[in-house]
Nanobody, 124 residues
């Protein structure tokens, strides 16, 4: 059974940094794409970043390019999201997810497994 567990969220001032962690278990993720999405109150869940587990190819939403970095540690079965220069508009619940070769990395439909989320709040 696949389990994805996020951690690392919290309250930070604008301009600050946080690192989110997604611990993955339950299967081999070699053929999978791993991703971070976020959902702010009253808004749709939106794509943040994705990485292929095997080759480490990355994709980012325009809103976070240059500020966020996605990475993974195969040995630890863990994915990270380093978030720098945080803005109040980054406030959301952040979810990690895993999908087997999604057609579109930025679509929720491509990901079968989801974590419970971790809250990130950026104060101005």
């Amino acid at each position: 059974q696949v389990q994805l567990v996020e951690s690392g969220g919290g309250l930070v001032q604008a301009g600050g940094s946080l690192r989110l962690t997604c611990a993955a278990s339950g299967r081999s993720f070699g053929a999978y794409t791993m991703t971070w999405f976020r959902q702010a109150p009253g808004k749709e869940r939106e794509f943040v970043a994705a990485i292929t587990w095997s080759g480490g190819s990355t994709t980012y939403a325009d809103s976070v390019k240059g500020r966020f970095t996605i990475s993974r540690d195969k040995a630890k079965n863990t994915m990270y999201l380093q978030m720098n220069s945080l803005k109040p508009e980054d406030t959301a619940v952040y979810y990690c997810a895993a999908g087997l070769a999604p057609l579109r990395r930025d679509s929720r439909n491509g990901y079968a497994y989801w974590g419970q989320g971790t809250q990130v709040t950026v104060s101005s």
